[in-house]
Every structure is written in C-alpha cells, then in structure tokens.
C-alpha cells in the first residue's frame, strides 16, 4: 500500500486530499494543528491516521523528516 502524507489535513483542501486519497486506498498520514478537527479526519477511513502538530515548529519539522524517512515508500 502505498502511503502519503498530508500537512494542514485538519481543513480545506488539506482534509479533502486526505479523504480523496483514503478512498484511493492510499495510507494516509494526515497531519494538523486541530485536534477534534483531525479526529473527524481519522473517523472518516480506517486508511487515516493522524498527527497533531504544527509545521511552523521547527520540532514538528524535524518530526516529519523523521516519520518521512520511516514510511519509506
């Protein structure tokens, strides 16, 4: 299965990407600063799973240069 991820997945085109892709059947790692907005994001497929964080974080950055380079795919 290949996988994506997605960062400001909480709204807009970032939440209709990640759903887009979960009905593709992509593996889905949606990522966002709002955590009840993500959890309905995580509700909608069990291909999504969700991070909370914020890319302006330079923590948060290096967080996702780190999961990128665990997926692999």
């Not at 939440?15 to 995580?42: E, N, T, W």
């Not at 497929?45 to 997926?71: E, K």
């Amino acid at each position: 299965m290949k996988t994506v991820l997605i960062t400001g997945a909480s709204s807009g085109i970032g939440v209709g990407l990640a759903k887009s892709f979960a009905d593709d059947g992509y593996r889905v790692i949606a990522c966002g600063r709002d955590a009840q907005r993500l959890a309905a994001v995580h509700q909608y497929s069990p291909n999504i799973t969700v991070r909370l964080f914020d890319m302006t974080y330079y923590t948060s950055s290096i967080a996702t240069n780190n999961l990128g380079n665990q997926i692999g795919d």
